[in-house]
């Protein structure tokens, strides 16, 4: 199910994580983050090196391979998916289940990077997230991985709409899934937004605007069994 860029994944265990995918542009801006800080550790590293002499040309240049190959598989690894950038920006890697990434897929998804590159800045990444529904670039899509916004604490929600209302029609389990997902989340979006959405279930409510969104509530109310 896709409601907004949320990827909803069931676990064994029966229970359902919706991962907020990230687009390309906040994506973006973490790469650039994270290149600031490479170029600024192969600054000091060239300036280090440089006082060894034409010697220190070979520690500059494992230096900066280690800092090109390595620099985001270690921390994705090692640092429950972020790098340094992907941390400012509120960003991390997943396995596409929604657990952490472990090493291979870090190391797969890293180096495919070559291939997202091409032909130059960042073409076929960009082209293949902005076709895929969770923004995943080739490098995602091979190691089955996922970048998302990581949760931050927010209000808790509204109380819900008081009353239920049982729907004019039957719904299918996927319908009621969705419907409960908006029940969920809506408390959380802005008055326009659960506006914009109940719009798309006026077959169902038979309203547009506020008073679909106040019936879409009632509705999930009766399914949740609140009569």
Do not use: C
């Not at 995918?21 to 600024?40: E, H, K, N, S, Y």
């Not at 550790?41 to 010697?55: C, K, S």
């Not at 972020?82 to 997943?94: D, E, I, Q, S």
């Amino acid at each position: 199910m896709l409601l907004d860029t949320y990827r909803e994944v069931v676990t064994p265990e029966g229970v359902a994580l919706h991962l907020p995918a990230a687009g390309p542009v906040p994506r973006a801006l973490a790469w650039a983050i994270d290149f600031a800080i490479r170029f600024a550790a192969l600054a000091v590293a060239g300036m280090a090196f440089g006082a060894l002499g034409r010697g220190g040309m070979g520690f500059y240049a494992v230096t900066m391979f280690l800092l090109y190959w390595f620099y985001p598989v270690l921390f994705e690894a090692l640092w429950k998916g972020r790098t340094p950038g992907k941390r400012a920006l509120g960003l991390r890697v997943v396995a596409a289940n929604g657990a952490p990434v472990g090493w291979l897929a870090a190391f797969v998804r890293n180096l495919l990077r070559a291939v997202d590159m091409l032909p130059l800045a960042y073409a076929t990444g960009l082209t293949a997230s902005l076709l895929d529904p969770w923004s995943r670039r080739l490098g995602d899509l091979v190691a089955g991985t996922l970048v998302v916004h990581e949760p931050r604490d927010q209000p808790p929600p509204a109380p819900a709409v008081p009353g239920a209302l049982a729907p004019p029609l039957a719904l299918r389990p996927h319908e009621q899934a969705a419907l409960l997902a908006f029940a969920e989340r809506g408390p959380r979006l802005t008055p326009a937004r659960q506006e914009e959405l109940a719009d798309l279930a006026e077959p169902l409510t038979g309203m547009r605007g506020a008073p679909g969104v106040t019936r879409l509530y009632a509705i999930a109310n009766w399914l949740l069994g609140r009569r």
